[in-house]
Structures are given as structure tokens and as C-alpha cells.
């Protein structure tokens, strides 16, 4: 059993949906990063937390430490927005999440 | 501020042959670790360098090596080169050690033939 799992794998949208990908560890975890890979390999980070809820723009980010779950919802999906999304901290991270949004 | 910059950005060698990828972290960060991601294992921690000293290191076997020079610049060398060492190579940059906000550079992109 992987340490970080996300859920879905794949996920298509049409343009203005609003999406879920969930992470789920079963390692301590002092901080959960969400990074961003578009196509072509660069990685950005969008969030790091430890605890409740941050948001930036049209994507939120929220954890629960005692559950070990954090999710990360984007609000008003945009094609711009298909990339790989991948979570994790204390450098183990998921396999990631392939989204797709279609126009 | 410049970002993370890794070179090269592509890379072919042959099996057997040995190769040495270049990671420089933003001005001031003292923290750089190591990632190989393929399509079947996305990201997986090689090694974290920080002041020159090795402080973690990942499930690889030891043809992967790496150091970090005083400049806080890291190289990871990958000896004897499998077909399966084909991946990007992802260096991250910390101001600080451990699980602190990373920046990541674009990668290298090795292809083993």
C-alpha cells in the first residue's frame, strides 16, 4: 500500500465544473504540499498547510491531520487548469492526479 | 529572484554510461533534494542536501549519488545506466531542511537507450 494515495487517478471536467481530488496518507505528515505539473515537466507549489484551510484564487486546499485527508477543490474549472496534481510532505508524495478540462 | 534552474534540460545516454545533473537553488536556499519521476511511480525522493551534508536519502540502489558544493549548488551523479534509469529528474529548492515550501525546477529529462 503506497504511504500518500490521491483519488481519482484520471478526471475529465467540462469547462466551469467544480472539482475534487482527494490525498490520503497513512505516514505523519507535518505539512501537505499540493503541487501543480503541467505538460512539459515544471512543478509549482499551490499550497502547503497544517491544519484547516487555504485558498488562492479559484483552488482551495483543506486538511484534516486527524483523518489524514486533505482535498483540494478548484471552483469554476478552466482548460487552463488540466495538469497533473500531485500531493504529499516529509518527501513521499502520490502518484498524483491527471485532470482534464474540456471547453 | 531567479528560480531553480537544472541542467541540462534533456539528456541521451547509454546503457552503461554514467551521467551528472546540475541543480541550482534559489540565492539564499540551503536546502536542495532529489526526485525521479516516471509514469508508473510519479515522484520519488532520491536524496536531500543541506550545507553540504546529505540528511536524507531515498530506497535507490547506490549507482545514485549526489553532493552539494558550498555554494549550496548540487550535483546527482547516476552510474552504470539502466534502461529503467530513464525519468525526469526533478531537483527542489528549501530555504530550509526538512518539510518546509519547496520550489521546483523544470527537470531533466533522461532517456537511457
Known amino acids: 500500500k503506497n504511504e500518500v494515495e490521491q483519488s481519482p487517478q484520471n478526471l475529465t471536467a467540462q469547462e466551469g465544473e467544480f472539482i475534487t481530488i482527494n490525498c490520503s496518507y497513512s505516514v505523519g505528515i507535518s505539512a501537505l504540499h499540493w503541487l501543480q505539473q503541467h505538460p512539459g515537466g515544471g512543478i509549482v507549489s499551490l499550497f502547503m498547510?497544517?491544519?484547516g484551510k487555504k485558498k488562492h484564487g479559484r483552488l482551495i486546499a483543506t486538511i484534516n491531520i486527524q483523518e489524514k485527508h486533505s482535498s483540494l477543490h478548484i471552483t469554476a474549472s478552466h482548460p487552463r487548469d488540466s495538469a497533473v496534481y500531485i500531493c504529499?510532505?516529509?518527501?513521499?508524495f502520490g502518484k498524483g492526479t491527471k485532470l482534464s478540462v474540456k471547453p | 529572484k531567479a528560480g531553480v534552474t537544472q541542467t541540462p534540460r534533456y539528456l541521451i545516454k547509454t546503457r552503461g554510461q554514467q551521467v551528472t545533473l546540475s541543480c541550482s537553488p534559489i540565492?539564499?536556499?540551503?536546502?536542495v533534494s532529489w526526485y525521479q519521476q516516471t509514469p508508473g511511480q510519479g515522484l520519488q525522493f532520491l536524496f536531500e542536501y543541506f550545507s553540504e551534508t546529505q540528511r536524507n536519502k531515498g530506497n535507490f540502489p547506490g549507482r545514485f549519488s549526489g553532493r552539494q558544493f558550498s555554494n549550496s549548488r548540487s550535483e546527482m551523479n547516476v552510474s552504470t545506466l539502466e534502461l529503467g534509469d530513464s525519468a525526469l529528474y526533478l531537483c527542489a529548492s528549501s530555504a530550509l531542511q526538512g518539510n518546509t515550501e519547496a520550489f521546483f525546477g523544470q527537470g531533466t529529462r533522461l532517456t537511457v537507450v
Open positions: 498547510l497544517s491544519s
Open positions: 540565492s539564499g536556499h540551503r536546502s
Open positions: 504529499g510532505g516529509n518527501l513521499i
